[in-house]
């Protein structure tokens, strides 16, 4: 049974480049967040899912950050341009409502370096 | 909003010891969900253990049980026999309900010694 699926799982590119992440959530999961971890700020959500629509976004730092999610097997987080402050690893979780054991399955994160 | 403090940015155990990882949130609800999660150098996130608010009863897997303390809002992680695979980042997490994102603490970064 596949789990979350991040891509790429490390990204090194220059300042002001356009950064795509990708997730793939667990088949049947109807929720889907995106969670960034940086040593500073620890583990903080930026945007979650629902059925395809964006519950809450009040994370998401600024308007260079942006999210889709066009169906239910597939999500992106897009950060245009790119600044060295956006370094951290970005996770992408996926979960169900009726998931109280285990309310969100992980994805391996993406590590962004941006120099 | 709910936060969720963990006090103790590092700690170090040797190897069989019990430790315990202390963690405390604020928030305005009655029902709820509580979990540690583990998260070793590989970065993977990986459930350790959870609780609901609702279950007086200590949640308990294995060597790792929590000690829940409602009204104080008080839920830590106690580690029995330690081993050194057990060397990890730990979060403290809370959440609303299912289908609510997860409010993490800053972690407590643990190391098991031979």
């Known amino acids: 049974d596949a789990g979350v699926i991040q891509s790429p799982r490390h990204e090194v590119t220059e300042m002001g480049q356009e950064v795509t992440l990708r997730c793939k959530p667990i088949s049947g999961h109807d929720y889907l967040f995106w969670y960034r971890q940086t040593m500073m700020r620890g583990l903080e959500l930026l945007i979650y899912?629902?059925?395809?629509?964006?519950?809450?976004d009040s994370g998401m730092p600024e308007d260079r950050f942006s999210a889709k999610m066009p169906n239910a097997s597939f999500s992106t987080l897009k950060i245009q341009p790119s600044e060295p402050r956006d370094s951290a690893v970005y996770f992408c979780a996926s979960g169900t409502k009726g998931g109280s054991n285990q309310p969100q399955h992980f994805g391996d994160g993406t590590r962004l370096s941006i120099l | 909003a709910q936060t969720v403090t963990q006090s103790q940015p590092e700690m170090s155990v040797q190897e069989a010891e019990t430790v315990t990882l202390s963690c405390t949130y604020d928030t305005s609800e009655n029902n709820y969900y509580l979990f540690w999660y583990k998260q070793p150098p590989s970065r993977q996130m990986i459930l350790v253990i959870r609780?609901?608010?609702?279950?007086?009863q200590n949640a308990t897997e294995n060597r790792f049980s929590v000690n829940f303390q409602k009204a104080a809002k008080s839920f830590s992680l106690k580690i029995s026999d330690s081993q050194l695979g057990d060397t990890a980042m730990y979060f403290c997490a809370f959440m609303k309900r299912p289908g609510y994102a997860l409010n993490f603490g800053k972690g407590t970064s643990l190391l098991v010694t031979p």
């Open positions: 609780q609901e608010a609702y279950k007086q």
């Open positions: 899912f629902n059925n395809n629509v964006p519950i809450d």
